[in-house]
C-alpha cells in the first residue's frame, strides 16, 4: 500500500447551529489525515447555498483546501458569474461543477441546463482560475438513456474544460474499471477518482443508493440485512468491505479516494488508518 495516494473529503452544509459544531469538531480530526482539499455540497435553488458559503469560508480560514459544489439547474449566469467572484476573492481555487437537480416545485430548469454548459461558462469567466472537478457515474447516472449517452455526456464535460473527475459512489470494483477504460477508448485521460462512502447504517446506505442509481451488491446487501439492527455488526463489516475496495482501487492505480463523510470523523479515519495512508 502505498502513502502516495491523495485522499479528499466531502461535507454537506449544516443545517443547524449544532450541526455546524459537530462538523467542526470532525473536521479537525479528518484534517489528521491531510486531505488534498474538502469539498462542501451546494443546494440548487438557494436551498443550502448559505450554509455551503459558511463552511467552505471556515475551512479556508483554517487554513485547508475548499472546494465548493456549484450546481447550474435552476440558476442564472449573473448568479453564477456573482457566485464565481465571491469564490475568486476568497481565495477557492477548486470548484465541484455539477448540473444538480431541480428543486422540487420549480419547473424552469435556468440558463445553464447540464453540467458541461456550466464547466464551459466557468472557463469562460475565469480562464484557468479554478480546477474543476466534474461528476462521474461508473453505473451510469440513473436518468442516462444508454451507457453509450452517458459516456458521451462525460466526454462533452471534459471537453469543455473539466481538470479531472470524482465518482458516484460504487462497490462494484469491476464498474470503476469498466468506466475508466471506456472513457480511455474515446480519449478522455483526465483523473478519474473514486466516490467512497463507508458504511455506518444499512437503511441510509439503500435509502441514497436507490436516489441516486448506486448498486449494493445481492450478497452485500444480504449479509446487512442479516445485521438487523446490529450497528456494531454493521459497520464492522462496512469497514471490511470498504477497506477491500479502497485496496483493489489502489492497486488499479486509482488517482486519488474521495470519501462521502456524512459529516463524520470515524469511519473515513478508521478506512484510512487501515490503508495506511493517515
Not at 476573492?89 to 458541461?116: Q, T
Amino acid at each position: 500500500m502505498t502513502k502516495n495516494t491523495p485522499i479528499s473529503i466531502e461535507f454537506f452544509p449544516p443545517q443547524t447551529n449544532e450541526g455546524a459544531e459537530k462538523l467542526r469538531s470532525a473536521r479537525a480530526k479528518l484534517a489528521e489525515l491531510q486531505p488534498e482539499f474538502f469539498s462542501v455540497t451546494f443546494g440548487a435553488g438557494g436551498s443550502t447555498q448559505d450554509r455551503t458559503f459558511e463552511t467552505v469560508f471556515e475551512i479556508q480560514q483554517e487554513g485547508h483546501e475548499a472546494a465548493p459544489h456549484l450546481s447550474c439547474i435552476g440558476s442564472t449566469r449573473s448568479n453564477i458569474r456573482l457566485i464565481l467572484e465571491r469564490y475568486r476573492k476568497a481565495g477557492i481555487h477548486r470548484i465541484v461543477a455539477l448540473r444538480g437537480d431541480l428543486p422540487s416545485g420549480v419547473v424552469d430548469p435556468g440558463e445553464l441546463r447540464y453540467a458541461n454548459e456550466l464547466v464551459a461558462f466557468i472557463r469562460e469567466e475565469t480562464g484557468d482560475q479554478f480546477h474543476i472537478e466534474v461528476a462521474a457515474y461508473p453505473e451510469y447516472h440513473p436518468q442516462a438513456r444508454s451507457p453509450e449517452a452517458d459516456l458521451l455526456a462525460f466526454q462533452r464535460k471534459v471537453e469543455a474544460g473539466a481538470n479531472s473527475a470524482i465518482t458516484q459512489y460504487f462497490y462494484n470494483l469491476d464498474a470503476y474499471l469498466h468506466f475508466r477504460d471506456a472513457c480511455a477508448a474515446l480519449g478522455v485521460h483526465v483523473p478519474i477518482v473514486p466516490g467512497i462512502m463507508p458504511i455506518v447504517s444499512f437503511s441510509k446506505l439503500a435509502r441514497f443508493s436507490d436516489a441516486c442509481g448506486a448498486e449494493i451488491p445481492r450478497w452485500m446487501r444480504r449479509k446487512l440485512e442479516s445485521f438487523g439492527d446490529d450497528t456494531d455488526s454493521i459497520r464492522a463489516f462496512g469497514l471490511e468491505v470498504v477497506t477491500r475496495l479502497c485496496e483493489q482501487l489502489i492497486a488499479a492505480g486509482a488517482p486519488g479516494l474521495h470519501f462521502y463523510s456524512m459529516n463524520q470523523a470515524g469511519p473515513t479515519t478508521e478506512i484510512v488508518r487501515r490503508l495506511g495512508l493517515g
